[in-house]
Structures are given as C-alpha cells and as structure tokens.
C-alpha cells in the first residue's frame, strides 16, 4: 500500500495539528496504522499505533494524551491529531503499515511507510 502524509506545517506551542495520511484500501491489507517520527540528529521514534483488526492503540510515553490516531476508512485516511504541541515535537512525521499477512503489531513489524510531513513547533 502507498502511504501520503500531508498536514504537516508550522505551530506555536500549545496549538494543534492534524496529519493526514492517506492509504488507499488499508482496512483490507493492513493490520496496524502507525506514527513515527524523526528529529534532525536523532533517531526515528514511535509515536502512536492503531491495530485496525483488534482495534487496540496505544502510544509513546511522551504523548501523554496530546496525540489520537484515528481512522476514517471511508476516506482511506488515517489521522494524528496533534494537541498542546511542544517545541519537542518538532521533527518529521512519518505514517507506516503493517500488512496484514503479518502476524503480530509489533513496533518493528511496520514495513510500508510514507515520505514524510515537518511539523514544526515554536
């Protein structure tokens, strides 16, 4: 599956975003939708994940509540809807899958990712 991030733009701390990112048929072929993302020098971090079969999610721990994904499967679209944003955020945002002839939802199991949004907060 094609994954197209877009949303991503500038903020200042305490605002919102919402990142969009569109995969077409995804509730057919995918079984996890993901977020990560990358800070210039640093490495790439999970950020939060949606398991579309068992419809569990959960997210990192420097989310603390600010961040939900959800899914709209009519639109083929994933959201990360972003609140209270910090400074710290800044970095690229990346959406991932996991095909569903993977097994498992693990955060190393996500195999298809997308190009990338900059989000950035001052």
């Known amino acids: 599956v094609q994954l197209v991030e877009s949303g991503g733009g500038s903020v200042q701390a305490g605002g919102s975003l919402r990142l969009s990112c569109t995969a077409p048929g995804y509730t057919a072929t995918e079984r996890c939708m993901g977020w990560f993302r990358q800070a210039p020098g640093k490495e790439r971090e999970k950020v939060a994940r949606?398991?579309?079969?068992?419809?569990?999610?959960d997210d990192a721990d420097f989310v603390e509540g600010r961040f939900t994904v959800s899914l709209d499967p009519d639109k083929n679209t994933v959201y990360l809807q972003m609140n209270s944003l910090k400074p710290e955020d800044t970095a690229i945002y990346y959406c991932?899958?996991?095909?569903?002839?993977?097994?498992?939802?693990?955060?190393?199991?996500?195999?298809?990712w997308g190009q990338g949004t900059q989000v950035t907060v001052s």
């Open positions: 991932a899958s996991v095909p569903r002839y993977v097994g498992r939802c693990g955060w190393n199991d996500f195999r298809n």
């Open positions: 949606r398991n579309i079969v068992s419809g569990g999610s």
